[in-house]
């Protein structure tokens, strides 16, 4: 796969989301049946990898929480809907970009390589599977075994051992029992600082691995430290290089560097994901074989 951007050229995800709104409800009145489509938590989840339904019907003046308010929601104030403000992530800039080109919408500010970008993402993150035996909701996508492929090459390389001690003694010395991106005393998960994916290459390495809270560890999602405490502070630029520059230095110390830009490592995983494929597929057909020699086929 090529080095392709990873960050919305035009406006951060949110912003670039209200930019597009005039566009969207265009098409849902041309469309109505869109309408209910927004407002159902499948279809977003499917088609955007949103965990809200976009639309939310008005039902009073009061705004619901994680909404925005409809004089920041454009034309959307007057079709009398509230549009959800969780957008945070690459997954949604990516399915949303790709959502705007099913629609015949085109992406506003944005290359051709971001744009490629994206439908590879969605390709490899997206929700909806396309099998040999047809499209089936909710049914096991090649790519999630591929995937976890991916996980297991990179979380075995290079050899490196540690235990749940070793992990609990870093947690309570490196980021004091807090979350790594907010700083707050919650409870904690491990956590990926760059992410275990055939995009970012990150590893299962103590330097790569950090305490993160419910909350922050589903807003960074599949994006990398950096670009998410970015975003995350974005309001105050120097809270954000202060815990990049924390995270920076826990990797150092555990002498982790990013592979994402080795030359030679990224053809292998892709080679690996192109060979289970390989490998799936002849399984597969094998299978068949054998059940329409069953059944008389």
Known sequence: MSQLPI?????PIGAFVRQHLPQILAYCQANPEEFANLQDREYCLTNFRQSYAVLRARTGESKPSKCWAAKSSGPFSDAGYWVTSEWVSNLHTAHFIVYLISKGIEPIG?????????????DEFGTTSAAPGGARYRSTALGVAQNALVRYLLSNLPYETFAQDDWEAVKARDFGGTCAYCGETKKTTIDHAVPINRIHLGEHRLGNLVPACGSCNGRKSNTTYTEFLETFYAADPEQARMRIGDLDTHAAKHDYQPIEDHEGVRPIIEEARAKLAEVASLYLDRINEQLAQQRGC
Do not use: G, H, K
């Open 7 to 11: 960050r919305n050229e035009a406006a």
């Open 110 to 122: 944005v290359s051709e390589d971001f744009i490629a970008w994206a439908q590879e993402t969605v």
